[in-house]
């Protein structure tokens, strides 16, 4: 019987086998017989899942780490994954929501740090939301809306921010875009909150919205 260069047996009929030879013995074999790896694998879904689960207590960081590369080496795949597993999971994806939420209002600055490093990162996103945001204001700004009452409260949402010290915005009661209703950019439908109060909201909802 072959034995390796610490003496030990290469194969599992020895007394003491070298378990790194045993490992390069299988994987050769897996390699070699991926039908019948396949197959044994669609007979027995337990033992795959019981096996996968205890790799990953023995290596917490490698599943993760290996994902990570997965989806950097492959973003559209990774979005469309994504994408399919929000739609068979609406129930989880609402869960999650509600998570992000809470997360996001216990880690403003957090929040604020990732949106800043996101915005240096990209600097073309960042400037085409903006281009797009200005021209959703031109179409939504009505004929009669009274500039001077709209200059005063975004002057409001400045001078609350130097009381204060922290940042206050001009936020559209009624969204200018949203899933059920668009809201118009004049004095009537603008209204000075704080940032975070703001980044909560989103443009889901809105004081005395139907259902």
């Known amino acids: 019987m072959k034995t390796c260069k610490k003496g030990l047996h290469q194969y599992p009929e020895g007394k003491r086998t070298c378990p790194e030879c045993r490992r390069a013995t299988q994987q050769r074999w897996y390699a070699a017989n991926p039908e019948k790896v396949n197959a044994w694998h669609d007979a027995n879904p337990e033992k795959v899942a019981a096996a996968a689960k205890a790799r990953s ?6 599943k993760k780490a290996v994902y990570k590369a997965w989806r950097a080496a492959n973003p559209e795949k990774a979005k469309a994954a994504s994408k399919t597993w929000r739609a068979a999971n609406p129930c989880y994806s609402e869960r999650n929501k509600e998570k992000c939420k809470v997360w996001r209002m216990a880690n403003p600055e957090k929040v604020k740090a990732f949106a800043k490093e996101w915005r240096a990162a990209n600097l ?4 085409a939301a903006g281009a797009q945001r200005r021209s959703a204001k031109l179409q939504a700004t009505p004929s009669w809306a009274n500039q001077f009452f709209i200059e005063e409260i975004y002057d409001l ?6 009381a204060t010290g922290f940042k206050w915005v001009v936020d ?7 899933k059920k209703v668009c809201g118009l950019h004049w004095e009537g439908n603008l209204r000075v909150i704080s940032e975070k109060e703001n980044s909560s909201k989103g443009n889901r909802f809105w004081p005395g919205m139907s259902n």
């Not at 073309?124 to 400037?127: F, G, P, Y």
């Not at 949402?157 to 130097?162: C, D, E």
């Not at 559209?172 to 949203?178: A, C, I, M, N, Q």
């Open 57 to 62: 207590a023995a290596n917490p960081g490698k």
């Open 124 to 127: 073309d996103k960042k400037n």
């Open 157 to 162: 949402a400045q001078l609350r921010t130097k």
């Open 172 to 178: 559209h009661t009624v969204p200018l875009k949203s």
